[in-house]
């Protein structure tokens, strides 16, 4: 097992590479850079997008001053090439990728061009919200979908099946931003009902309350979150906690359980559930990385959450490429990491599991 893990994560250093070269060369064809978005700002246009598409403020185009850049014709030359020496746009753009992947390596993820703060702290400051969303919605999938799937699967065909798979489709088809807005204007102050809060990870008073008011408060706050974002993860979920144990059930050693007069509840957690919860289990990681990076962009956008997701979102407006590709790094990094505890679930649930017999 050993050498397996060794492999993997030698295969981690080019597959991040790949990662990085592939994004770093996207963005060197995308218009609207950092240096745009503060020309534009500067000559009173706004938005650099703005200027693009015309609709932005009036630009002096008969300046002497011969910049390539959209909405910064009319400042000096001078102050266009020191802005750039400051972000490093005066090097070629391989020299800036490998300087880059040198300061990476060395976890130096730099500083965000329009927030005057280091990306590790941003990311440590919205981190919080974004293991928030993604822990606990992968919590409460599971304890949906794993006793609903077993459900399922012993009473195959019956009513109880057809009619929960139909709810498990429709959930599965809903959008989750869609979903969000239903639950904002059911619950949230919208057409119907103030239950819930309409934004925001606390109360604005959660430093006066009590250790259990702070914990009530907690959980207030994220209920229509969660929900939202764990709505299309459980319908998946249960769908593959069904078929896995239908798989099981039919096989011939359950037969044999059932022969020597075993009673069904200890036929099916005593020997079915362990062997039906293989992949189930072993995908927990899989799942938590893919409703922590899924689902936060747009959720935390529609609750006014302060996660990484919105920040994300936010950097790639603004062009703010420290906070792109020192996001990307880490994340990118954390999912092959994440590839990897995959596999060693796989052999803590079943020890039988040898990855060394594997052609990597």
């Known amino acids: 097992m050993g050498a397996y893990i060794l492999r993997r994560l030698l295969l981690i250093i080019p597959t991040l590479f790949g990662i990085m070269l592939i994004n770093f060369t996207l963005t ?53 090439e020191d802005l750039e020496k400051q972000f490093g746009f005066d090097k070629p753009a391989h020299i800036r990728f490998f300087n880059m992947l040198w300061n990476y390596v060395r976890f130096d993820f730099g500083e965000s061009y329009f927030r005057s703060v280091s990306v590790i702290d941003l990311v440590i400051e919205k981190m919080p919200v974004s293991i928030t969303l993604g822990l606990w919605s992968t919590l409460i999938a599971y304890l949906v979908s794993i006793p609903l799937g077993i459900r399922k699967a ?24 869609l979903f969000a807005i239903l639950l904002l204007v059911m619950f949230a102050g919208g057409t119907y009902w103030q239950i819930f809060p309409l934004r925001g990870l ?4 959660f430093d006066d309350l009590s250790a259990l008011g702070k914990v009530a408060d907690y959980f207030w706050h994220i209920a229509l979150p969660v929900i939202a974002s764990s709505i299309g ?23 044999t ?16 559930f362990r062997n039906a919860m293989l992949i189930v289990i072993a995908g927990f990681p899989s799942l938590f990385i893919g409703i922590f990076f899924g689902g936060s962009i747009i959720i935390e956008t529609i609750f006014s959450l302060d996660g990484l997701g919105r920040l994300g ?48």
């Open 202 to 205: 606390t109360s604005e008073n």
């Open 28 to 80: 060197q064809f995308v218009p609207g850079g950092p240096i745009e978005q503060i020309l534009a700002r500067l000559e009173g246009s706004g938005d650099v997008f703005e200027t693009i598409s015309g609709g932005g403020g009036d630009v002096d185009l008969g300046s002497e001053s011969d910049s390539g850049y959209i909405g910064g014709r009319g400042l000096p030359k001078e102050f266009i």
């Open 233 to 255: 993860g459980f319908a998946t979920l249960t769908l593959l906690t069904k078929n896995s144990f239908l798989d099981e059930i039919k096989k011939q050693y359950v037969v």
């Open 154 to 177: 012993v009473r195959d065909g019956s009513n109880f099946d057809t009619w929960t798979s139909g709810l498990i489709i429709m959930a599965y088809a809903i959008p989750g931003f």
């Open 257 to 272: 359980a059932k022969a020597k007069g075993l009673n069904e509840s200890r036929v099916l957690y005593g020997h079915v």
């Open 313 to 360: 979102f936010e950097a790639t407006v603004a062009r703010d490429y420290p906070v792109i590709f020192g996001t990307l790094f880490a994340f990118g990094l954390l999912g092959l990491l994440v590839g990897i505890l995959s596999d060693l679930m796989y052999v803590f649930v079943d020890p039988r599991i040898d990855f060394e017999k594997r052609e990597v």
